[in-house]
């Protein structure tokens, strides 16, 4: 723990670095002192990795390179009164340069065109968006161990690179505690006499974290892409098609808690918000939706509080029952901002009577809210829902149709029997197109449905790629 409470504090001197933030340095360069250079240097690449997740090894690795120097010399006794901004300003500037060999992000341009320390602060803010598909695959046991020990330090740094980059949605502190955890297992284990037995006694032990770390990240890659309403949002839609039998009552709370979790842990610095809060919260999810549905309570067996979080986590949508029609509400209610309940009433009926992807529905969700929001802000907002609701009904029918279409038999078969119903249903449409068309296509549209039809579909790549003809869904 001690650890890591230095290493945080020895982050917060790494941003200040970056904000240019004199008033930091005295009390980071106090701690970088109990810390020491090696464990600075190798806790900056889960940092940085984290931050730039498409930079290179190089470029990450030259980054850290520097702000170790600029870290180790600023913080020297005697070091000049000046170094902390010249160096500073020199790291700024050097980012922007051409042939820089640091990490670039898109925004990196618009930051160059600053000063000073509105360039530091420009720099600082820059965000990448989530990596939505992690690409990481663990090497064998003697793969690790050969590389380990040819290059112990190398191997560490490469392997901080590669897990963050893959994993930085995690909370930091949760990646760093991971990766040392994974790290000390390696060195314990290539230098065992036996090495398997002592790999999977060690992975025993890691389980936990692993899955802690590898589930976080899950769950705020997706409150990154949405942000707290949305996330609450697709948290209900969600629930609705696990357990189309529960009431309001029932889910809404838990889409609430779990938006509030994520909310509170996905940056937190606390190292044990998300192991606390999330078993805490699978108890929640079992007392209210255990005796709604036998999936849910059979995942509720599992024997601990993560195993039931991850099992829940991926239950698919459960077959709707046979109810009525939905409506749009377009009465005065849909504007009384003292009563939601109106709105996440008609979420949840829609989405457990309509059987397509979340990341659907919240997406065709998004504009007709917004549409209804502005006819309660109208001067006459009963006019304003009433020439506007039919517009908006069809809207919503025409794009669930589409989703529907673009999803049709994806989660009821093997991907292998999919694709061949997916090719009949096209060469029925196209009997005229080519078998090599047919073939493009097909393997087009099973891409696009074996990343977005399932329920826990990555939101930034699906909402890209069901824009208009990215998916080819007027052919389908």
């Known amino acids: 723990m001690k650890r890591i409470l230095v290493f945080l504090l020895a982050v917060a001197f790494v941003h200040a670095l970056e904000r240019g933030r004199d008033y ?24 940085y990795s984290r931050k730039f997740p498409s930079g290179t090894f190089e470029q990450i690795s030259h980054l850290v390179d520097e702000v170790v120097s600029l870290t180790v010399t600023c913080c020297a006794e005697g070091a000049d009164p000046d170094c902390y901004d010249n160096r500073t300003s020199a790291l700024s500037d050097k980012s922007c340069e051409s042939n820089s060999p640091f990490p670039v992000h898109p925004g990196t341009p618009e930051c160059c065109t600053h000063e000073g320390l509105e360039k530091k602060l420009c720099m600082a803010a820059l965000k990448h968006q989530p990596q939505e598909f992690p690409t990481y695959v663990e090497p064998t046991n003697e793969e690790i161990c050969e590389a380990f020990r040819k290059d112990p330090k190398g191997f560490a740094d490469q392997f901080m690179y590669e897990y963050s980059i893959n994993y930085g949605q995690a909370p930091l502190t949760l990646l760093v505690s991971y990766t040392k955890s994974y790290l000390s297992m390696v060195g314990s284990c290539c230098t ?12 025993l032990q890691l389980k936990h974290l692993s899955l802690l770390t590898i589930m976080s990240n899950r769950i705020c890659s997706q409150y990154a892409a949405y942000g707290k309403e949305k996330s609450r949002l697709s948290h209900l ?21 779990i938006t509030t979790i994520l909310s509170k842990c996905c940056e937190s610095a606390s190292e044990d918000c998300m192991a606390k809060e999330l078993p805490e919260y699978t108890v929640k999810l079992c007392d209210n939706l255990s005796t709604k549905n036998s999936k849910f309570k059979d995942c509720c067996q599992e024997k601990t509080p993560m195993d039931i979080f991850v099992c829940t986590y991926f239950m698919p949508a459960s077959p709707n029952p046979d109810l009525p029609e939905v409506k749009l509400p377009l009465n005065k209610d849909v504007c009384d901002k003292g009563n939601t309940k109106v709105l996440d009433q008609y979420i949840l009926e829609l989405s457990r009577k309509t059987q397509i992807p979340e990341v659907f529905l919240s997406k065709i969700l998004e504009p007709t809210l917004k549409s209804l ?7 006459s907002s009963t006019a304003c829902l009433n020439a506007k609701g039919p517009q908006l009904t069809r809207e919503l029918s025409s794009f669930i149709q589409k989703g529907q279409e673009l ?21 029925g449409k196209f009997p005229d197109a080519t078998e090599t068309d047919l073939q493009e296509l097909v393997a087009k549209l099973s891409d696009f449905a074996s990343k977005c039809c ?10 890209s790629e069901t824009q208009a003809g990215s998916t080819g869904n007027d052919n389908c």
């Open 24 to 47: 930091e340095k005295d009390k980071v360069c106090k701690e970088l002192a109990s810390l020491g250079k090696d464990d600075f240097t190798s806790l900056s690449m889960v940092l």
């Open 192 to 203: 065992s006499p036996n090495p398997t037995v002592c790999f999977l006694k060690e992975r």
């Open 237 to 257: 839609i969600k629930f609705a098609q696990k357990v189309p039998t529960a009431h309001l009552e029932d889910v809404l709370p838990l889409a609430e808690d």
């Open 373 to 379: 929001d502005e006819c309660c802000h109208s001067e």
């Open 407 to 427: 999803c049709a038999d994806y989660s009821e078969n093997t991907f292998t029997e999919y694709k061949k119903k997916l090719a009949e249903r096209l060469r």
């Open 454 to 463: 399932s329920i826990n579909s990555p939101p930034l790549y699906c909402n």
